[in-house]
Every structure is written in C-alpha cells, then in structure tokens.
C-alpha cells in the first residue's frame, strides 16, 4: 500500500487522483477534515467519477507530530510520498516551520525505516539549493546551498528536512528528493498556493518585478514522483523546473490568460525595500501578519535560472510547455469563479 502525507495539499490532491486512477492502494493523510473537499473539487477537473475515486482513498486523520496516529498510518505500507509541508515565509513562524518541515520530516524517516518501507520520495523545494554568483549560470543539483547567505525561513527549514532524508538514506532507507519551481495548478486558489498568484492577476495587479525563477506545471510535478518511485533510481535529488520565467512574464502571460490587464508598472528595488520596512513596522507596532519579508523582497528581483537537464536525461522526461499550463489552470479558474 502506498501512503501520502499532505493529501489535501496542491501535489498531493493531484497525485491522489493519478494513483487511485491506476487503481493503486493509497491510504493519505489530513489534518482539517474541511479540507477534503479541496480534493474532491480537484478530482471533478478530471472525471465524472470524482465520489467514486475519492471513496476509494483510505484517509487517515494525522499530524506529522503524533506519532502514534502515524504509527497507525504506516500499517502495511511499502512507498511513501512526503508531500506535507508548512509553507511559510513570515520569519515570526520560524518555530512553526522547523517543527513541522524538520521535525515532522523527522518522524516520516523514521517511521519509514522503522516499518522497514520500500522507497520515499520527499518533496522538497528550489529554494534549497544555492545560487551562482553569476546570474546567467544554470543552477544545477549540485549547486551548494550556503547557510552563510540570508535565506528565507522556508528555505532553512525544507533544507534542514532534506538532511533528516539524507540521514535515512544512510540508515538503509531508499529515498529520491525532488525540488519543484513554482508550482501551477487548479483549485487552491486562496492562502500560500501558487493559484492565488491567478486570483490576484485576475482581481488586478498594477506592479510588476523583473526577478526570474522556474516554472513546473503540477502535473509534472506528480508524473516525474511516480516515475522516479517507480524507477531502480535512488538516493538522488532533481530540480524540476520546466521554464525559467521572469515574474513579469508570468503575469502577463496568465493576465491575457484571465482576459484582465496585465500590470504595468514596475516595483523597482527601492520601492520593494521602502515596502518590507513598512511590513516589518505594522508586524512590530500592530501585530499585522507579514505579507513581504526582506528575504521575499529581495528574491522578486533576483534573477535564478534552474537546469532540468538531469530528470530529462535519467527518466527521458518532456516538460509540459508553460504556456500551455497557464492556459488550462487560467480556464479552471474562470470555470470556478462562474460557480461561486
């Protein structure tokens, strides 16, 4: 049986649908019972069956720090798919962050060796793998990530929990690690998911910024997991990106998308600067949540380019064009919007 943690989540509703498609034994895990209908909506985009699929998932109600409900996750379970995260970039949440990326990761691994499991596949991020000082050069998996630079605590927590996976891998454990772009797909729409960048295009953007990063659509995402699980491939880790995008172009494109109008002025670094400050104050003096930290501010205008040479070439893999992606997720959104 193959278990997936954080199966109300974007890659992990998705990759649900894909295996439960092929008929696999899953069991998922889920923390707010409110969020299984985020699953069952994804699962309407593509099949008329969507009830009968979803009914077929054996859901597991646990957090990635209670351990015995977890314990009870893992009963017979021979590959696991670690898509539960936390995702955050506020630096007040960095405690949060490590309990549930690092710690809760922690838990995975060791239950996975523990229960003696066949193979995991962590889902990880870009932004733990370093950068050239040489914009133009391709970052590849072997680019050393530096804890000397100011990185994000996202970033400092989803490395910590590839080490707690590299750990396994020396204890017997069979992992692959896979470090996704920006991740496009439909039906989160609100809170840290990339389809609320398609949420705020379509109610109007009026800055840009010229920073560039990669690009994957979700179902490369899931395509590429199973693959690589699938595979005599382990103990590696892959970039998958599709296309290295800036912002500004990923906005116009998903504006024209949305039929909206593209913004059209350009948050210059200073303003950026001016605008974290402004953020940092009404946090200190108000208690605001943030909204744009200084790490934030500056990756909007850095120019990251990724290589995905390494998937393409050990799995033979041909990325969906994004342009493509924008188009199908843009539609979706429509469709869902014509509905509320």
């Not at 990880?124 to 050239?132: E, L, P």
């Not at 804890?147 to 927590?157: G, L, M, S």
């Not at 493509?324 to 869902?336: G, Q, W």
């Amino acid at each position: 049986m193959i278990l997936i943690t954080g199966g109300t989540g974007l890659v992990g509703s998705h990759l649900l649908f894909k295996l439960v498609s092929n008929n696999e034994n899953v069991r998922a895990t889920y923390r707010r019972e409110k969020t299984l209908e985020r699953v069952k909506h994804v699962f309407s985009y593509f099949s008329d069956d969507a009830d009968s699929l979803f009914n077929s998932i054996e859901w597991v109600e646990a957090d990635l720090n209670d351990i015995p409900k977890l314990q009870d996750a893992f009963k017979d379970i021979t590959h696991v798919y670690h898509c539960a995260a936390f995702v955050s970039f506020e630096p007040d949440k960095y405690k949060t962050l490590r309990k549930i990326n690092i710690k809760g990761t922690a838990n995975i691994v060791n239950l996975c060796i523990s229960n003696k499991v066949k193979k995991l596949c962590y889902v990880s991020s870009i932004a733990t793998i370093g950068h050239h000082a040489d914009s133009e050069q391709l970052i590849d998996e072997n680019t050393a990530w530096n804890p000397e630079d100011d990185n994000n605590v996202y970033a400092i927590t989803k490395y910590g929990a590839e080490l707690e996976v590299w750990r396994a891998t020396q204890e017997g454990l069979e992992a692959v690690i896979v470090n996704p772009g920006i991740i496009l797909g439909a039906g989160y729409w609100n809170g840290g998911s990339s389809g609320n960048l398609f949420k705020k295009i379509y109610k109007g953007l009026r800055y840009y910024v010229n920073g560039v990063t990669g690009y994957i659509d979700v179902w490369d995402v899931v395509n590429s997991m199973h693959q690589l699980m699938t595979s005599t491939i382990k103990n590696e880790k892959f970039i998958l990106v599709s296309e290295n995008l800036s912002f500004k172009t990923f906005q116009t494109k998903t504006a024209n998308a949305l039929n909206v109008k593209p913004p059209n002025i350009e948050a210059k670094p200073w303003l950026l600067g001016m605008v974290w400050r402004l953020d940092w104050l009404k946090f200190k003096l108000l208690g605001k949540r943030r909204n744009l930290s200084k790490q934030t501010a500056k990756s909007a205008v850095s120019i990251t380019k990724y290589d995905n040479s390494k998937l393409k070439k050990m799995l033979n893999f041909e990325f969906k064009p994004i342009d493509k992606t924008i188009d199908e997720v843009s539609k979706l959104y429509l469709k869902d919007l014509d509905k509320s």
